[in-house]
């Protein structure tokens, strides 16, 4: 399941004792919209062992600075709630279940 990152629920995702992705993206990027179903996809293939969310940089600007985004769609992945790799616009499903991987 995806889950819908806000500034309130973020440390409590990614410090959940599993690894995390975020994809930060933007309802008016078109490549973010592209890359929406890839998500979803991922989050249900790995539902259980790896916590993905969304989080809209308009709504959540403050983490957007706090991480630095400066392009979306921008997807960091966490490990022990710390950010340990990254994947900035529309890359294939592949290259994200690497890097999902990689945590696990």
């Given at each position: 399941?995806?889950?819908?990152?806000?500034?309130?629920?973020?440390?409590?995702?990614?410090?959940?004792?599993?690894?995390?992705?975020?994809?930060?993206?933007?309802?008016?990027?078109?490549?973010?919209?592209?890359?929406?179903?890839?998500?979803?996809?991922?989050?249900?293939?790995?539902?259980?062992?790896?916590?993905?969310?969304?989080?809209?940089?308009?709504?959540c600007s403050?983490?957007?600075?706090?991480?630095?985004?400066?392009?979306?769609?921008t997807v960091?992945?966490?490990?022990?709630?710390?950010?340990?790799?990254?994947?900035?616009?529309?890359?294939?499903?592949?290259?994200?279940?690497?890097?999902?991987?990689?945590?696990?």
């Amino acid at each position: 399941m995806e889950h819908v990152v806000t500034e309130q629920n973020f440390n409590e995702l990614v410090n959940s004792g599993k690894p995390a992705m975020i994809d930060f993206g933007a309802t008016w990027c078109g490549p973010c919209k592209a890359l929406a179903p890839i998500v979803e996809e991922l989050a249900a293939e790995y539902d259980g062992r790896v916590v993905i969310g969304k989080a809209d940089v308009d709504e959540c600007s403050g983490l957007a600075a706090q991480f630095r985004i400066r392009n979306v769609p921008t997807v960091l992945f966490f490990k022990n709630g710390q950010p340990v790799d990254k994947s900035v616009g529309l890359v294939a499903k592949a290259t994200l279940a690497e890097k999902i991987n990689a945590l696990l």
